[in-house]
């Protein structure tokens, strides 16, 4: 098989792999309007406290989540410029 040729089955395949999570997400059910809002004022007017912990844990998941697919696209790339010289690596 041709470089190209495998290149475009690589291609071909994750695009086919994302769809099922695509339309998952793009087909979730609608939301619960009895469940409460966690972030609406409680049945006094006050607001409710902020968790640190939970702020922390958003940034530092987030921060570790982006590291994650910025190495997977690097490594992609470093993968493709094997058979591709055009496709820069790094």
């Given at each position: ?10 291609v071909?395949?994750?695009?086919l ?9 793009a087909t979730a059910?609608p ?9 609406a ?5 006050q ?12 940034k530092?998941?987030g921060?570790?989540?982006t ?12 993968t ?11």
């Amino acid at each position: 098989m041709s470089a190209p040729r495998l290149v475009a089955a690589a291609v071909l395949v994750l695009a086919l792999g994302a769809g099922p999570l695509t339309m998952a997400t793009a087909t979730a059910g609608p939301v619960n309007p009895s469940f409460p809002n966690p972030g609406a004022p409680d049945s006094n007017g006050q607001q409710p406290k902020k968790d640190e912990h939970v702020d922390k844990a958003e940034k530092l998941g987030g921060g570790l989540i982006t590291k994650l697919i910025d190495s997977a696209a690097d490594t992609l790339k470093c993968t493709l410029n094997i058979p591709i010289p055009t496709v820069k690596c790094g």
